[in-house]
């Protein structure tokens, strides 16, 4: 049963959040933020020029990382959560980056830069969970860029200055596109994700890398896939589009049990029993 009490975290049964985040279909919305995100200058230099992401052999555990911290930022408790993120905010703070156009240093965790990742995280999820046929509402839509403005405060930013609907997160983009573009370690990344280097248990990985791939860049914004200098097609939009369904709708094939990680799973749970709560308590009304 779901107790008042309970220690749900950021999130909890209640939030648009817990019914988008476990489904195995957003993983390619896991793969597209990174792409977005490496269209900013200062996000893709921060990154290659501190970060492991960019050594082949330790790329992975890396990745694991972020994983990771996304994991417990999602389903975790209120003390995890300030755990991971009081270590990442310390982490940030002490890195610096190198401006190739203008030979200035910046600051990783400026402002700027933590609100490109979020909002890269944030896109992706919701644009690859709606287009996926994940059901949500406009309403729903909203909420959920709501809510992951308590996931911006664990990175250290403010969340009133972070966008708090669909509508916010459009004008955002609007308002940054004449600001970013793709540079070198952009692209190259971009190309390393046809043919990654992986662990040798991950190998069956490497061969299915250009097809997920394709897919993956196929569900970028127009504008973006025109940034790495990709055609950006109302083809490869719809086309994008019907792979989602059909990849939500072979998941959703799958017994319950073996299609969700543990934390999706208990968060499913905590679900049903928070809607039939919510359920009788209205009869009882």
């Not at 969970?129 to 664990?154: H, I, K």
């Amino acid at each position: 049963m779901v107790r008042e009490n309970d220690d749900h975290g950021l999130f909890g049964p209640g939030s648009v959040t817990w019914r988008v985040m476990g489904e195995p279909v957003l993983m390619v919305g896991g793969i597209r933020a990174l792409l977005l995100q490496a269209l900013h200058p200062h996000s893709m230099w921060g990154t290659a020029q501190n970060s492991e992401l960019m050594d082949p052999h330790a790329a992975w555990a890396r990745l694991a990382r972020t994983v990771e911290f996304v994991r417990i930022r999602t389903w975790g408790t209120e003390e995890e959560i300030e755990r991971v993120g009081r270590r990442v905010r310390k982490l940030h703070s002490k890195l610096t980056g190198l401006d190739l156009r203008t030979g200035e240093t910046f600051a990783v965790d400026e402002p700027e830069n933590l609100l490109w990742v979020h909002m890269g995280e944030v896109d992706s999820y919701l644009d690859v969970a709606r287009r996926a046929g994940v059901p949500l509402s406009d309403a729903d839509a909203d909420r959920f860029v709501d809510e992951q403005r308590r996931a911006a405060a664990v990175v250290g930013l403010d969340p009133a200055d972070v966008p708090a609907s669909v509508a916010e997160m459009k004008a955002y983009y609007a308002d940054m596109r004449p600001r970013i573009w793709a540079c070198r370690e952009a692209r190259e990344g971009l190309l390393r994700m046809f043919n990654p280097n992986v662990p040798r248990n991950l190998l069956p990985l490497k061969l299915a890398a250009p097809g997920i791939g394709l897919l993956v860049v196929a569900t970028l914004p127009r504008w973006a896939r025109r940034m790495y200098g990709l055609p950006g097609l109302p083809t490869s939009d719809l086309a994008a589009t019907l792979t989602l369904k059909g990849l939500y709708r072979t998941t959703h094939a799958i017994p319950e049990h073996m299609r969700y990680q543990p934390d999706a799973l208990r968060a499913r749970r905590l679900i049903r029993e928070h809607e039939d709560a919510a359920g009788t308590l209205g009869m009882a009304v």
